[in-house]
């Protein structure tokens, strides 16, 4: 039997975001908030996860994958309902049953063991997560007895004027003691407003005599529920705070965080330094000793160490070390630049490989290109690689030296050391070491 198994609710269709997209599935610093909760049970516990779905089921499924066990719920009748569809595969299964939401990405792993030690401690039926705010945003009302103790949730809904006036408030995570949790869930009772209440299991533990602990926080911003996207905003917010702080304190010199935009599926590396209005997406990977931006966008890619990237947009591309790029040039999917390769301003590379030493300063488009070592690639230097069709392939082979305007119509290859006069239409192969020049371009006599 295992500790604490968790139990994420998932399955409401979160009207106020008024998306054609499952609420769950927005995204937060580049990751659907879904994962957030997913990936913290995982720290809690060596369970993997049960994700209650219900609105979009097989689009949250196909997002969190194996990371999660799900379980449906066809009707969304109340997070009372949401919890008892888990019980026929987690009873018996675990000592303590952790339930939280998907849609509050922000609450720590470190607070959920702190609730579950609480309940392990003190053996109580329920450990639960209050929060002292002044602002109720609608949570249910935490009502304590003469003695302090915890009588029960009401919800807003419900709440007696006194009640409203209560400043606890039900952050809706809980701890249970799992055998306890899965002998009453069934007692719950249809509430007024036609749902059943996991909130109401307080007020039955109470009345069976058994203990309900509080963890009291101060801290909203941890338990901020995502309903509407003026939340999501506030959320991503704070997230992308954490993540720059967590950056700034593993070596990383953020110039301005507050216009340093960090996904949290980027790896950095230290001594590396971000310039204003930077965005850093997906899967980028950053060595370390690099400058970036300012005003740069760098999605999906691997940076090597000590490139300087100015104003300029990098997707799907691979950069070695030393490398320089903008301003204002655009890497495009399967760019691949090699050891100290110069990229100026106004130059786009897609799918192509650019060999070590390789220059190309000034506004040029490879495409589907292969080019060696030390070439050089003069101003308004294209590749044709578009016949309407289909795309062909240019080789430049190393030393090369391409003149400024020269057109490689593709399929060209262009020999070790040769060169291209300014303005050539190449159309067919140029053998090594050979100059040509002109439209069509034409070997130079000698
Ligand atoms: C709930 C609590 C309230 C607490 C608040 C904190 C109850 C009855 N009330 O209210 O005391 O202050 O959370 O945010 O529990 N869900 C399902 N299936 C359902 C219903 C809900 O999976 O049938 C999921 C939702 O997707 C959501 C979560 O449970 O992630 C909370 O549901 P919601 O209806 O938003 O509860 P609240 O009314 O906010
Ligand atoms: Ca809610």
Not at 61 to 86: D, K
Not at 115 to 129: E, F, N, P, T, W
Not at 130 to 148: C, I
Not at 308 to 317: D, F, K
């Amino acid at each position: 039997m295992t500790k604490v198994a968790v139990v994420i609710l998932a399955a409401g269709e979160g009207t106020r975001m008024k998306s054609q997209v499952p609420k769950v599935l927005h995204h937060l610093a580049g990751k659907p908030m879904v994962c957030y909760a997913v990936e913290t049970a995982t720290r809690l516990s060596a369970d993997r996860p049960v994700l209650v779905v219900g609105y979009g089921a097989d689009r949250v499924r196909q997002t969190v994958g194996e990371a999660a066990i799900y379980v449906e719920q066809t009707e969304q009748l109340g997070t009372g309902h949401a919890v008892l569809q888990t019980r026929s595969l987690l009873a018996g299964r675990s000592q303590a049953v952790l339930v939280c939401y998907a849609d509050m990405p922000l609450l720590t792993a470190d607070t959920l063991g702190r609730l579950v030690d609480l309940q392990q401690r003190s053996g109580a039926a329920i450990a639960m997560l209050t929060l002292k705010a002044d602002d109720p945003m609608g949570f249910g009302r935490v009502v304590r007895g003469t003695d302090g103790r915890v009588m029960a949730v009401v919800e807003e809904a419900v709440a007696t004027p006194a009640q409203l006036s209560i400043r606890e408030l039900n952050a809706g995570v809980y701890c249970f003691a799992a055998d306890w949790l899965w002998s009453r869930l069934p007692d719950l009772r249809l509430s007024p407003k036609g749902e059943y209440y996991l909130t109401d299991l307080i007020a039955i533990a109470v009345a069976g005599g058994q203990r309900v602990e509080a963890l009291v926080s101060e801290d909203a911003e941890e338990l901020l529920g995502i309903n509407n996207r003026v939340h999501l905003a506030r959320a991503e917010a704070i997230m992308r705070r954490r993540i720059n702080e967590q950056w700034m304190l593993s070596g990383v010199t953020l110039v301005d965080p507050a216009t340093t935009y960090i996904e949290a599926t980027v790896q950095l590396s230290p001594d590396t330094i971000i310039y204003p209005n930077t965005y850093l997406q997906g899967a980028t990977i950053v060595g370390s000793g690099c400058e970036i931006g300012p005003n740069t966008l760098v999605r999906d890619s691997q940076i090597g160490e000590r490139c300087v990237i100015r104003a300029s947009v990098v997707e799907g591309a691979r950069v070695e070390d030393g490398v320089d790029i903008g301003p204002f040039s655009h890497l495009r999917k399967g760019a691949h630049l090699g050891p100290g390769v110069h990229i100026g301003n106004f130059g786009e590379i897609k799918n192509s490989y650019l060999g070590p030493g390789t220059k190309m300063g000034h506004f040029s488009y490879l495409g589907d290109a292969t080019v060696g070592a030390e070439v050089n690639i003069g101003a308004g230097t294209i590749t044709c690689n578009f016949d309407g069709q289909r795309k062909h392939q240019t080789v430049i082979e190393d030393g090369a030296f391409i003149g400024s305007d020269t057109m490689l119509v593709a399929p060209v290859r262009i020999g070790a050391g040769a060169k291209t006069g300014a303005g050539s239409v190449v159309t067919r192969d140029v053998p090594p070491n050979t100059l040509v020049y002109g439209v069509p371009a034409r070997t130079k006599s000698q």
